[in-house]
């Protein structure tokens, strides 16, 4: 199992779109890792470990369904091998910069077994509508199975 990912950095990235990973959160990812695009307009970084479970879990779902093969293109063709610099630092690639609209100010967010990198205009966006206030998340909780 995974490392627990958890709390919130926020960091500059250069102009050659280079961004370190606070040494909390590197621990949880290791040296090598896999950042992909995610469902939100964020970045999801992966473990090795942690993408090698993932992706054992979309191999399991077999090729059959179109929307299957949809959520398999969707995570896999944009995901890229990243790894960590002598100074704890690594490159996102364009194209993965482009699809989060990533550009000098990020936040990055540990998310159990995963990081969110977003642009922090987003992230402050997001952190601040309704889908996260304390009312909202404490109705998912009226509403589900979860107890704390």
Same mark, same amino acid.
């Given at each position: 199992?995974?490392? =627990?990912?958890?709390? @919130?950095?926020?960091?500059?990235?250069?102009?050659?779109?280079?961004?370190?990973?606070?040494?909390?959160?590197?621990? +949880?990812?290791?040296?090598?890792?896999?950042? @992909?695009? +995610?469902?939100?307009?964020?970045?999801?970084?992966?473990?090795?470990?942690?993408?090698?479970?993932? @992706?054992?879990?979309?191999?399991?779902? +077999?090729?059959?369904?179109?929307?299957?093969?949809?959520?398999?293109?969707?995570?896999?063709?944009?995901?890229?091998?990243?790894?960590?610099?002598?100074?704890?630092? @690594?490159?996102?690639?364009?194209?993965?910069?482009?699809?989060?609209?990533?550009?000098?100010?990020?936040?990055?967010?540990?998310?159990?077994? =995963?990081?969110?990198?977003?642009?922090?205009?987003?992230?402050?966006?997001?952190?601040?509508?309704?889908?996260?206030? =304390?009312?909202?998340?404490?109705?998912?909780?009226?509403?589900?199975?979860?107890?704390?």
């Amino acid at each position: 199992m995974s490392a =627990r990912l958890q709390g @919130t950095a926020r960091h500059s990235m250069d102009a050659k779109g280079r961004m370190s990973i606070p040494a909390k959160m590197r621990d +949880g990812i290791g040296s090598q890792f896999v950042v @992909t695009r +995610g469902l939100e307009k964020c970045l999801y970084v992966y473990s090795s470990e942690a993408w090698d479970e993932f @992706t054992a879990k979309l191999d399991a779902l +077999g090729d059959s369904k179109a929307n299957v093969r949809s959520v398999k293109r969707f995570f896999l063709a944009s995901a890229e091998d990243c790894e960590l610099d002598a100074q704890g630092r @690594t490159l996102i690639p364009p194209e993965l910069r482009k699809m989060a609209g990533l550009e000098k100010e990020v936040v990055i967010v540990g998310n159990g077994n =995963r990081l969110e990198i977003w642009n922090q205009e987003e992230w402050d966006k997001l952190n601040s509508s309704e889908e996260m206030s =304390r009312e909202h998340i404490q109705s998912i909780l009226d509403n589900s199975d979860l107890d704390f």
